[in-house]
């Protein structure tokens, strides 16, 4: 059992000082170790000024959504003043996951890895490292991110982009009052190190390599993978990966550098890098000449990005073997989009800055989620029917036309507003694809899905085609993921057994997206068996 308490706390970064939301204190907050199979609890105690929800991404939560945290979907919001006992229940994840806020964009500072290690008495599928170090990779603004996150709601366009990236917390050499703080890691000439890297950027995927150096990626996403050498990698927000760095080159020192990719055309982002320093122990003059910094790809080097994302596999081997649904019972196709509403003409306290005096907007098949007063997870419990949610999301885009044209109708652009969930029957086989539309502005999205691990059976670019593409799936070794970048102007195809009763939620984790509707909820009907239904709701979970 753990306490973490939810507190502000100053912190001081680009020469100037704030609070921050923090966890115990610490930024990025603790981390959480675990064993295969476990169950640990975790009492949240919020002492902020605020109300904040925990949300512990990759965590399968079997049965167990009382305790997933997204607000207003599986919970009402932990006031300040009050305490949440979560119960983390550990499945077949193993490896590298974390936790964060999720609420409005508490997320920014509130963070931190979860290590899953394997079960007593098994071991890791490669030989063992010397050392295993985590990498967490986030966002830092300057200006108090409640009050970024009120005026991007206010204003209608685009959020301020951040003031620098981190690593663990630190900017790096490269901005100001850095230099002293940056994250070193030392390193032993012929030794191997385990890595274990997170993307915690708030509005950003990002390449990341270390200079001079190739990363070995053998894990993503709680889950383990055939060993893939790369000199980089692309990670986006909500992604994990597990790296293996060998210590071959010559003593000194090397940069770890992270930078944005950023696919979309006129889409502002923070352009600049962050770096932390590997370092080689030994008696050379280890300040003669400066780090070297890597190579990293053009920042929007899609072909890069799809290219990393689509060479992924799973390890697929006896004692960690996966099960990938052949057969699909429900096949979803959604839409993911950039939209833009018409400026309302009644007078309100917000501003119109999207594209031509519109207010921007973001959606999937169309419909641009609106949360409910109350989470649907009560609704759904207590059987409170058509109150907060509507059963009609539809499986299919309710407008089909050419998602990847440069040119398309302003009409297109307008999306419905609405709380509408997808039922699911237990134990039904799921295929959905996300086709990524260039609606207002093609860009990216890494779509997240609480409650399960999928299998990204398939990637591309272009307009995904019912009748070709799935010849090509890979159904034999697909990457098991929480989180999949669909690609600017392409698509994704995932599969999944339903095999976890309750509500759970699917959305884009670029924050931006999120808050503008690029979500929507997946509701798996409890089976007949006693086995199959919700564990109960805790005694404390809190009420709006």
Known sequence: MTADEV??????????????????????????????????????YNEGKTNITIHWHGVKQPRNPWSDGPEYITQCPIQPGSKFRQMLIFSDEEGTLWWHAHREWDRATVYGAIVVYPKLGTTYPFPRPVAELTLVLGEWWKENIMLVYEQFITSGGQPIDSDAYTINGQPGDFYPCSERETFKLEVECGKTYLLRIINAAMNEMLFFRVAEHKLKVVGTDGSYTKPLTREFITITPGQTFDCILEANQKPGRYYMAARAYSSGVNVSFDNTTTTAILEYKGNYDEYSSPPSLPDLPCYNDTLASVDFSASLRS?????????????????????????????????TNSTCQGPNGTRLAASMNNISFVNPSIDILEAYYYHIKGVLFGEKFPKFPPYVFNYTADVLPLQLEIPESGTHVVMLKYNTTVELVFQGTNLVAGIDHPMHLHGFNFYTVGLGLGNFDEGTDPLNYNLVDPPRQNTVAVPKRGWAAIRFKADNPGVWFLHCHFERHLTWGMRTVFIVREGDCPDEKLLPRPLDMPLC
């Open 315 to 347: 390890l697929a081997s006896e004692d960690h073997p996966i099960s990938v649904p052949t057969e699909v019972k429900d096949r979803l196709i959604s839409t993911v989009s950039i939209n833009a509403y018409p400026c309302p003409i009644n007078g």
């Open 7 to 44: 507190k502000e706390t100053s912190y001081q970064r680009l020469c100037e000082s704030k609070s921050i939301l923090t966890v115990n204190g610490q930024f990025p907050g603790p981390t959480i170790y675990a064993r295969k199979g476990e169950t640990i609890i975790v009492d949240v």
